[in-house]
């Protein structure tokens, strides 16, 4: 049972560049998050989806988008890296009030 | 609004020792209340939740957390630390107000010294 898996591990991107994160998980999870994690300041949501075909924005959204075309996967795109975008992402998965899964998060630098 | 402050961004304690790493919440609803570990490399994982029900929470690895409503705290507690307990640890907050979306406390790292 893998759970929550995340590709790609690590990229590194120049500013403008374009990139996807990619969100996989096993467990028929309706719920799914895309954080971002940076160093004292916790994590921040950025989108989530509370269904198949449903996104919403999170707390810092801006810069990114994402789109849940199946219910098992979730993506998070970048359409114009900024050095402002270095983090680690990470993904979670879960159902009505239960704990978060999380995936093993994707370091993204922007140089 | 909601907001979760955890004391310390870095906590150190020898090993066998008490561990406390403190968390305190704001909510103007009844909480949902969490702590999560999180280990080198890794996603977070759930240590414990409060959910209304007992107010000594106990969880995985021998934590507990004791929710005090009168002092909005939820306090993280081991009594004896072992070196596998090194990570960061993060207190998090849910309420009907925030549309059950959890909100995070910037995070713990408990470092453990032989």
């Known amino acids: 049972n893998a759970g929550v898996t995340q590709t790609p591990k690590f990229r590194v991107l120049k500013t403008g560049q374009s990139m996807t994160l990619l969100c996989a998980q096993d467990?028929?999870?309706?719920?799914m998050y895309w954080y971002r994690q940076d160093p004292g300041m916790g994590l921040r949501l950025i989108h989530y989806s509370v269904g198949e075909g449903t996104t919403a924005k999170g707390e810092v959204p801006d810069g990114y988008n994402v789109s849940r075309l199946k219910k098992q996967n979730f993506l998070l795109g970048l359409e114009s890296a900024a050095p402002s975008q270095t983090s680690v992402y990470f993904c979670?998965?879960?159902?009505?009030?239960?704990?978060?899964?999380f995936g093993n998060g994707t370091r993204l630098t922007v140089t | 609004a909601q907001s979760v402050t955890q004391l310390g961004s870095h906590v150190s304690v020898s090993e066998g020792a008490l561990v406390l790493l403190r968390c305190n919440y704001s909510?103007?609803?009844?909480?949902?209340l969490f702590w999560y570990v999180q280990y080198p490399n890794q996603g977070l994982q759930l240590l414990l939740k409060?959910?209304?029900?007992a107010t000594l929470v106990k969880g995985i690895n021998g934590f507990e957390a004791e929710f005090k409503k009168s002092e909005t705290s939820f306090h993280l507690t081991k009594p004896s630390a072992h070196m596998s307990d090194a990570a960061e640890y993060f207190c998090?907050?849910?309420?009907?107000?925030?549309?059950?979306?959890?909100?995070w406390g910037a995070g713990t790292k408990l470092i453990i010294k032989p």
């Open positions: 998090a907050v849910s309420d009907m107000d925030s549309n059950y979306q959890l909100i």
């Open positions: 909510s103007s609803v009844p909480p949902y």
């Open positions: 467990m028929n999870h309706e719920y």
């Open positions: 409060y959910t209304s029900a």
């Open positions: 979670a998965s879960t159902h009505w009030n239960s704990p978060l899964h």
